[in-house]
């Protein structure tokens, strides 16, 4: 079954405390992998797309990379602004255009 | 540059009825894709329309049905609704490949009693 899971579920971070969010796959295919920030109440705010192994997108205090089978966020010295949930997706071959979320980790970065 | 808008923001239905969400997509966009979300959940793709042609949909049944208009703006109708049904519904619109950057409306938070 094709399937995307993130860990952890949640995490708290202080200020300053590096650490990185896993999203693992299971689909034959892969097209394209997605990574989204959602605040409270918002729509999901795209942050990068990788899509073969090896790749790496940065942006900030974010960096993102690809392997076979998972990928990873990185978080370098978060902020307390960083505190969002963080949403993984994949595209992938045979699935008609369909999208898969994990249920995303929720980060709580604090002072 | 205008972000992809959603409407109306909040919406309380009773089971049964039925109910139509509106997407304008971004300035220049061609595919608009819609999903649901529910609390502390993951959003499920229901489905994408690119040029006004249903390009995918997920495992969501027939009930779940929309529609893409000449100016890219989409309408999402939902027939017979269930107490489950009660989500955050969002768009999202992109140009080209079906999955390039995807800009995301604020949704429409449906409550089904």
């Known amino acids: 079954e094709d399937q995307v899971t993130q860990s952890p579920e949640a995490l708290r971070l202080q200020e300053g405390e590096s650490s990185s969010l896993n999203c693992s796959y299971t689909?034959?295919?892969?097209?394209?992998l997605f990574w989204y920030r959602q605040d409270p109440g918002k729509g999901p705010e795209f942050l990068f797309t990788?899509?073969?192994a090896g790749e790496e997108k940065e942006k900030e205090r974010l960096k993102a990379t690809l392997t076979k089978k998972e990928s990873f966020l990185h978080i370098t010295a978060p902020k307390p602004e960083d505190s969002a949930t963080y949403l993984c997706a994949v595209h992938f071959s045979g699935g008609y255009n369909k999208l898969i979320f994990g249920a995303g980790t929720r980060l709580a970065v604090h002072p | 540059e205008t972000g992809v808008t959603q409407s109306p923001t909040h919406l309380i239905k009773t089971r049964g009825q039925q109910v139509t969400l509106r997407c304008s997509s971004q300035?220049?966009?061609?595919?608009v894709s819609w999903y649901q979300q529910a609390l502390g959940q993951g959003p499920q793709f229901i489905f994408q329309?690119?040029?006004?042609?249903?390009?995918g949909r997920g495992n969501f049944p027939p009930r779940f049905s929309g529609l893409q208009f000449p100016n890219y703006s989409s309408e999402l109708n939902v027939n017979a609704l269930e107490l489950d049904d009660s989500a955050l519904y969002l768009c999202a619109s992109n140009a080209g490949e079906p999955y390039n950057e995807q800009f995301f409306g604020p949704g429409t938070r449906l409550t089904v009693l």
């Open positions: 689909v034959s295919g892969l097209r394209g």
């Open positions: 300035s220049g966009h061609n595919t």
């Open positions: 990788l899509y073969s």
């Open positions: 329309y690119y040029r006004e042609e249903e390009n």
